[in-house]
Antibody
Framework: QVQLKESGPGLVQPSQTLSLTCTVS????????VSWIRQPPGKGLEWMGV???????DYNSAIKSRLSISRDTSKSQVFLKMNSLQTEDTAMYFC??????????WGQGVMVTVSS | DIVLTQSPATLSVTPGESVSLSCRAS??????IHWYQQKSNESPRLLIK???QSISGIPSRFSGSGSGTDFTLSINRVESEDFSVYYC?????????FGSGTKLEIK
């Protein structure tokens, strides 16, 4: 069955770079797209960006200058890197399978706190 | 960016009642709207795709309708497990955007 699992540090210092990994199983990254979505505590969902099955990427313009999404198809992993983190980047970060730009399969999420 | 406005922000109902949740888009988006349920401390769950298409494994009491700018998620006879937050999401154009959510609470 399709599974996604996020991993990464729970605490990041302000101005530093966040690196997260999404490990997938039950699907191939060469024929499936994966998005990153985040949710600040008590708030709504924000789509961050996508890596398409062909390896191309699209990002939310609000954070495009700070964000990079990449993948290693041999390891079934998708990576998120976001620099210049601020306290407002504190959130639960999810990866999700992007099929026709909706999301049936989600990871459990990883909570990232930006604090010194 | 396409803005999705959900109303009401909170809806208080008694189990057994039937409810309708609204999602309005800032421009026409055909039927490119999807609905999610999110329970506390869980990942969102896809309930309805493309306005009215059902999802395998989702109870039949959930249904969706609408096109253009106005969309509705209906829950027929709310059950106790349905009390949670509901989000709409558009896939008409990038960036993909979500509504701010409707919290369904017990009256």
């Amino acid at each position: 069955q399709v599974q996604l699992k996020e991993s990464g540090p729970g605490l990041v210092q302000p101005s530093q770079t966040l690196s997260l990994t999404c490990t997938v199983s039950g699907l191939s990254l060469t024929s499936n797209s994966v998005s990153w979505i985040r949710q600040p505590p008590g708030k709504g969902l924000e789509w961050m960006g996508v890596i398409w099955s062909n390896g191309g990427t699209d990002y939310n313009s609000a954070i495009k200058s700070r964000l990079s999404i990449s993948r290693d198809t041999s390891k079934s992993q998708v990576f998120l890197k976001m620099n210049s983190l601020q306290t407002e980047d504190t959130a639960m970060y999810f990866c999700a399978r992007n099929q026709n730009n909706n999301f049936r399969y989600w990871g459990q999420g990883v909570m990232v706190t930006v604090s010194s | 960016d396409i803005v999705l406005t959900q109303s009401p922000a909170t809806l208080s109902v008694t189990p057994g009642e039937s409810v309708s949740l609204s999602c309005r888009a800032s421009q026409g988006i055909s039927t490119s709207i999807h609905w999610y349920q999110q329970k506390s401390n869980e990942s969102p769950r896809l309930l309805i795709k493309f306005a009215s298409q059902s999802i395998s494994g989702i109870p039949s009491r959930f249904s969706g309708s609408g096109s253009g700018t106005d969309f509705t998620l209906s829950i027929n006879r709310v059950e106790s497990e349905d009390f949670s937050v509901y989000y709409c999401q558009q896939s008409y154009s990038l960036p993909l955007t979500f509504g701010s959510g409707t919290k369904l609470e017990i009256k």
